[in-house]
């Protein structure tokens, strides 16, 4: 982790600078890429409400994320992450080159806990949450 102010050239989305409290750590890492450990939260408002949580160790790794709520309203945690104050919940976005095909894994959200600024990729146990449920996305967001 940065110990000072970091620049982090990011692919497609330009430069950020970060510093420790920017980053987020994955102790066991996420699904697919376990060994890399610390991620930022990345967005600008011409690409809301997508955002995308990229690997500090690797930036070409990015994952596009988005608040379940925009997906499913009613969607449920674990009652252990539903404090709201201290969790933020995201589901990773699989992007298509058609709209109609781009998918959202409700199944394995990721909860970043922004007190603790720590992070872990949970899987829902049973069948209530699909791993590809459709999404319908704007032009503009599904151009990204």
Known sequence: MPKQKQTLIIPR?????????????????LIGFEQLKDYILV????????????????????????????VL???????????????????????????????VNLKAPIVLNIRSRQGQQLILPGDRYSATHPLMLSADVASL
């Open 43 to 70: 967005g600008s408002p011409d690409m809301e409400p997508l955002r995308w949580l990229i690997a500090v160790e690797d930036p070409t790794v990015g994952l596009p994320v988005l608040l379940p709520w925009y």
């Open 73 to 103: 309203p009613h969607y449920e945690l674990p009652a252990a992450y539903t404090d709201v104050t201290t969790y933020v919940p995201l589901v990773v976005v699989t992007l298509a080159a058609q709209a109609t095909q781009i998918t």
């Open 13 to 29: 989305l330009g430069t950020v600078r970060l510093s420790r409290r920017d980053i987020f750590h994955f102790p066991a890492g």
